[in-house]
């Protein structure tokens, strides 16, 4: 993505979560909801959303509990309307993440929400993996990588955790099943960039959509 394709993306995308962010965490929350009491995501009523929150779009939603992972899940690619995708990740973060039990009732007051509305992913043209590490941009890249048919992804707020670019790159391998030093010559990643928003649950109205 050129600098002018990602700085349109990121004006269009904070201005969408500026205007409607509450109302995509409102659906993300109606949906964990209806998850704990139907056992299945919202559906929301497409038709009465803003047209801008029902395009295509791609997101992942991301729960916290007291400050630590408890689930996230998201769609690397755009191919549904974005209120819809936001509505079944949040339902599948909070259900059906392998890494933890399905949420119960008694946890979601502790919840803090967050989504992270992605760009469409470019190819990241590197020559070896010293090079990949030194065009990585620190705070900004999302970064999806590929090799051996294993596959993982990274939004950008893990820099939060991982400043490091050569640590950022070498804990997404492990994500993906590889090793740290695995390197090889059909190694593949892609970058993307994000806008985000969040709340914590108790902050997030429980409106119908």
């Known amino acids: 993505m050129n ?9 269009k995308t904070r201005a969408l979560l500026d205007a409607h962010g509450d109302v995509f965490l409102q659906i993300a929350k109606n949906s964990i909801e209806q998850g704990l009491s ?8 497409l038709d009465t959303l803003p047209p801008e929150m029902v395009e295509t779009g791609a997101c992942f939603v991301t729960l916290n509990k007291a400050g630590r992972l408890r689930g996230c899940i998201g769609s690397p690619e755009a191919w549904r309307p974005l209120a819809t995708d936001v509505a079944e ?8 993440d392998p890494r933890f039990a399905p949420l119960q009732s008694d946890e979601a007051d502790q919840l803090d929400i967050h989504l992270s509305v992605l760009s469409p992913a470019e190819p990241f043209t590197f020559t070896d993996q010293a090079d990949l590490i030194a065009n990585l941009r620190v705070n900004e890249d999302g970064l999806i ?10 939004l950008p707020s893990v820099w939060a955790q991982l400043p490091d670019p050569a640590q950022f790159l070498a ?15 059909s190694f593949k990643a892609w970058r993307f960039i994000a806008a985000e928003t969040g709340a914590a649950w108790r902050d997030i109205p429980a409106e119908k959509h």
């Open 3 to 11: 600098v002018t394709s990602e700085t349109d993306f990121a004006a």
């Open 38 to 45: 139907a056992h299945g995501p919202l559906s929301p009523a």
């Open 89 to 96: 990740n949040a339902f599948r973060a909070a259900f059906k």
């Open 145 to 154: 990588i590929e090799d051996q048919g294993r596959r993982a992804l990274f």
């Open 171 to 185: 804990h997404l391998k492990a994500k993906a099943g590889l090793g740290a030093g695995h390197w090889s010559d």
